[in-house]
């Protein structure tokens, strides 16, 4: 058996302390799903020890079992000495600002993580200056969801300085953080230089006129981001259009979610990108005379 799914039952701590000793000796076990359960901090922490021995397993799903920051801080503690582990789901478990910032002190050195997921955490400010001090440093970390949390401007302007100098995340989740129109245009600034990030989901943000109008002079610049989501802001019709009109020079967006082309843009019938815009294909501007 290489993966094990005991998501959504009633498992407690007890429990865990179970799998943990199972974790201990097995050698073939790559993928544990323990979302949805009741193993709380104390669980979480008997899992964490099975974690600095175990080095098989590559996926972990601990979503939604009330770890909060005694939680975060006992698989910080694993994280310093496991070398297998490259997905981790940390997501609804109310670590708070003194979780995340456990877990960023630790992928400063971790060479291991590729793929963190800390949706719907009660992270705000704090937590989110000591996520951005990571990705200023961190070298593997390619996709990282911060959703559903308690990010306002001040904490999305510190993740945009570090999307600055970062060369490795790819995709970026801030869906339902208080964005707003300043940061949004602190982000757009990072995305002018910034070469590997491909996935940018900004949903829910509280992003205006303003902001879409920052993001469309991003996106005459960038040449690397694929997919961006701008579903339920207050861009309005203007906000559409600046983007619209970016696009006519951007090459390589080819998912835009939040923006309806309608029959402004400038279809091109004989040539389209691969992809698309809401269940559309996302066309290519048309070519100017002598192109």
Known sequence: MTELNLSINEIHPEG???????????KSLTKLDLIDNKIGAEGVRAISEALKVNETLTELGLCGNKMRAEGARAISEALKVNETLTELDLGHNKIGDEGAAAISEVLKSNTTLTE???????IGNEGAAAISEVLKVNEMLTELNLSINEIHPKGARAISEALKVNETLTELDLRYSEIGDESAGAISEALKSNTTLTGLLLGGGRIGIEGA?????????????????LEDNEIGAEGEKAILKALESNTTLTELRGVDIGKEWPVDTTSTQPGGVEGQELPKKKAKKGE
């Open 16 to 26: 865990a302390m179970a799998i943990s000793a199972a974790l201990k000796v097995n």
């Open 116 to 122: 963190l997921d800390l949706n719907y955490n009660r």
């Open 213 to 229: 109008g920052a993001i469309a002079e991003a996106l005459k610049i960038n040449r690397a981001l694929m997919e961006l989501d």
